[in-house]
C-alpha cells in the first residue's frame, strides 16, 4: 500500500510540475530551495533525510516538467559537489523513503536519474548542459 502511495503521489508530483501559475512556479523554487534542509524522523534527534532524498524519492513515476527537472538536478549536482567531505556521507540516512526498502542509499540521483529517464527531452538537456555542451 505505501508503494502505490509513493507512486501516486510521485504521478501527481509529476504532472503539477508542468503547471505555470504563480503558486506551481513558487513551489518548484520551494522544492529546490529546501533539498539542503534536513528533515528529522525523530524530533528527539536533529538527523534525518534532506529534501533532496525526500523529493528524488517521489520521482520515480510520472513525466516531470524539463525547466523543473533541469533545475533540480543542476542544484543536487551542485550540493554534491561542494558537500565538505565524503560525497557518499551527504546521501547517508537511516530512514527509508522507497517502498519496498531496498536497503540502498537515499541518493536522490538515483530518483532523479528515473525521472530524467521518464523525460528524454529533459535528459539531452540536463546532459549537455552539464556536460558543457550547450543546446545542440
Known amino acids: 500500500m505505501l508503494a502505490d502511495i509513493q507512486n501516486n503521489l510521485s504521478m501527481a508530483l509529476a504532472n503539477a510540475s508542468h503547471g505555470d501559475s504563480p503558486a506551481m512556479e513558487a513551489w518548484k523554487k520551494d522544492v529546490i530551495a529546501a533539498g539542503p534542509k534536513i528533515f528529522p ?3 528527539a534527534m536533529p538527523m534525518g533525510p534532506n529534501g533532496f532524498q525526500v523529493m528524488s524519492s517521489l520521482m520515480h ?3 516531470f516538467d524539463a525547466d523543473f ?4 538536478g543542476q542544484a543536487v549536482v551542485k550540493y554534491e559537489r561542494e558537500y565538505p567531505g565524503d560525497p557518499g556521507v551527504a546521501w547517508r540516512d537511516t530512514a527509508h523513503l522507497d517502498y519496498p526498502p531496498t536497503g540502498n542509499a537515499n541518493d536522490p540521483l538515483s530518483g532523479f536519474m528515473d525521472a530524467l529517464g521518464h523525460n528524454p527531452a529533459a535528459s539531452l538537456d540536463f546532459f549537455n548542459v552539464s556536460t558543457g555542451q550547450g543546446d545542440d
Open 61 to 63: 513515476k510520472g513525466k
Open 69 to 72: 527537472l533541469n533545475d533540480y
Open 41 to 43: 524522523v525523530d524530533p
